[in-house]
Nanobody
Framework: QVQLVESGGGLVQPGGSLRLSCAASGIIFGINGMGWYRQAPGKQRELVARITNGGSTNYADSVKGRFTISRDNAKNTVYLQMNSLKPEDTAVYYC???????????????WGQGTQVTVSS
């Protein structure tokens, strides 16, 4: 059973930084794209950033220049470095990964878990 486990959320003041991690565990033969999403109260879930297995990245306009997505393929882990945080970045953050399993390629996400990021003074 493949699982995605997140860590790194918390409370930070505006202008501060946080680093989120999301590790995939289980029987994994490979990982293709990985990404981060977020959902603020009363808003739809939105894509924040994603990264291919080759390292190509793209970001939501609202986080460009402030957030950096990266991955460690040896650890099956994706990271989100968040700098210059703003109150509007407050949300539950989720990760997603397309993973090669014994049953083939599957998309996994931490929708039932997530990690809370709160930006407030």
């Amino acid at each position: 059973q493949v699982q995605l486990v997140e860590s790194g959320g918390g409370l930070v003041q505006p202008g501060g930084s946080l680093r989120l991690s999301c590790a995939a565990s289980g029987i994994i033969f490979g990982i293709n794209g990985m990404g981060w999403y977020r959902q603020a109260p009363g808003k739809q879930r939105e894509l924040v950033a994603r990264i291919t297995n080759g390292g190509s990245t793209n970001y939501a306009d609202s986080v460009k220049g402030r957030f950096t997505i990266s991955r460690d393929n040896a650890k099956n882990t994706v990271y989100l470095q968040m700098n210059s945080l703003k109150p509007e970045d407050t949300a539950v953050y989720y990760c997603n990964a397309v993973i090669a399993t014994a049953e083939g390629w599957r998309s996994f996400a931490s929708w039932g878990q997530g990690t809370q990021v709160t930006v407030s003074s």
